[in-house]
DNA sequence: GGGCTAAACGGACTGCGGTCCGGTTAATAT
DNA sequence: ATATTAACCGGACCGCAGTCCGTTTAGCCC
């Protein structure tokens, strides 16, 4: 009948790359996604180690970092869901985030989403960022990067977009946004302010 | 005769911290920080392992870890003088990078010296900067910051200069000037040029 | 010089991220 | 049902940062 066989296992949630998986690959991830889910729960995400996860999924090791590449790898598979609705916001959102108010608007908006959203999955993008490709050369930074720039070139204020992007990028980064708030107390809410500040001077013509 | 017994060890030149030192402890510091820079030049600041560190200087590795605490201790260690240099240059050298001129013009001056120094001594600096507090809280992070939040202060701009001045220390952090200028290949003098944007802008009254 | 003590020494040990490879199994073709 | 094979599995293994503790020694006092 059909010349194109069932692929098991395509089409699940948790994109598998390109192609198709073995079920029995496809329920160990689920597995492990599961399991990794737990143990931060139960632990923190720093108290999440490779064994140990392999242990509570009943797989090995190797399969681990089969699925996974690395421990940033899971990281950021785990944060994927986060990153994609965040993606949707501000690209696709209703304003003042996403389009249809003036770009000043939507740069304060950004920042305002985006410190939040560090609060709430800045521990899990920081054990996801610890190369500097896996910071700044991964796809959700990328659009991150491309639509601050776009943002500041509908502005029509600095001369450098792309670098002034990096910039703004740099201010909200989850190890500093972290570090203010959990060590020196700063309220959300300054953050907020002095982000509106930065890019209100900065995306400005004159 | 003297009642204060000699401190041998003690006014050497790599500060021991407070207190004087055993000369086994002081010899054995130097042979382990000559030993790190030959393996440095050697094998690039990521090819040191403490391991070797210790076989290099004919020591053992309990003697590495409890002179420097840890491998970014080392690194900080080795990057004193680097940044010791740099601290005098903007706090008591000529201008415009000292003071006697405008603060906008020390701004200025400020960010295209740290980019050059980041340029010379990033590599190590990164290796030091394994955790938020030796990124944020280490003296001599603390002193860059506080600079720039004075000169943000002394040019009347932003409303809150302690949160801007960590907005521009963001910006010309190692990692990303690293891997702006190796991977995107972005020349300095443009790093330079958008650095004078952004404060200029930021630094202003208005 | 000889004894004393606090400090320094050094290498075995642990825990972790990551790799490797021989054995196993799911999917397919016959 | 059986054969084939490509993909998957798992845990032993490696290199590294960092710790621990029994041993050695520098500096001081007599």
Same mark, same amino acid.
């Given at each position: 009948?059909?010349?194109?066989?069932?692929?098991?296992?395509?089409?699940?949630?948790?994109?598998?790359?390109?192609?198709?998986?073995?079920?029995?690959?496809?329920?160990?991830?689920?597995?492990?996604?599961?399991?990794?889910?737990?143990?931060?729960? !139960? %632990?923190?995400?720093?108290? =999440?180690?490779?064994?140990? /996860? +392999?242990?509570? #999924?009943? *797989?090995?090791?190797?399969?681990? $970092?089969?699925?996974?590449?690395?421990?940033?790898?899971?990281?950021?598979?785990?944060?994927?869901?986060?990153?994609?609705?965040?993606?949707?916001?501000?690209?696709?959102?209703?304003?003042?985030?996403?389009?249809?108010?003036?770009?000043?608007?939507?740069?304060?908006?950004?920042?305002? !989403? %985006?410190?939040?959203?560090? =609060?709430?999955?800045?521990? /899990? +993008?920081?054990? #996801?960022? *610890?190369?500097?490709?896996?910071? $700044?050369?991964?796809?959700?930074?990328?659009?991150?990067?491309?639509?601050?720039?776009?943002?500041?070139?509908?502005?029509?204020?600095?001369?450098?977009?792309?670098?002034?992007?990096?910039?703004?990028?740099?201010?909200?980064?989850?190890?500093?946004?972290?570090?203010?708030?959990?060590?020196?107390?700063?309220?959300?809410?300054?953050?907020?302010?002095?982000?509106?500040?930065?890019?209100?001077?900065?995306?400005?013509?004159?």
């Amino acid at each position: 009948m059909s010349s194109i066989p069932l692929r098991p296992g395509a089409g699940n949630g948790a994109a598998p790359g390109a192609e198709s998986e073995r079920s029995d690959a496809a329920r160990n991830r689920g597995l492990l996604l599961h399991a990794a889910r737990e143990l931060i729960e !139960e %632990r923190g995400v720093d108290g =999440l180690t490779m064994a140990t /996860l +392999a242990q509570r #999924a009943g *797989v090995g090791k190797g399969t681990v $970092f089969r699925r996974f590449g690395s421990r940033a790898g899971l990281m950021m598979t785990l944060l994927s869901d986060a990153e994609a609705g965040f993606q949707g916001r501000f690209m696709f959102g209703p304003p003042p985030l996403g389009p249809g108010v003036p770009p000043l608007e939507r740069l304060i908006a950004a920042g305002v !989403e %985006r410190i939040a959203w560090v =609060l709430e999955f800045g521990e /899990l +993008a920081r054990a #996801a960022d *610890v190369s500097a490709h896996n910071r $700044f050369d991964v796809p959700a930074a990328v659009l991150w990067h491309r639509h601050l720039e776009m943002l500041l070139r509908e502005a029509g204020g600095p001369a450098d977009p792309w670098l002034m992007a990096t910039s703004l990028s740099a201010t909200v980064e989850p190890e500093r946004i972290l570090h203010a708030v959990r060590v020196h107390g700063i309220a959300p809410e300054r953050l907020a302010g002095s982000w509106r500040e930065l890019v209100s001077r900065v995306a400005c013509r004159a």
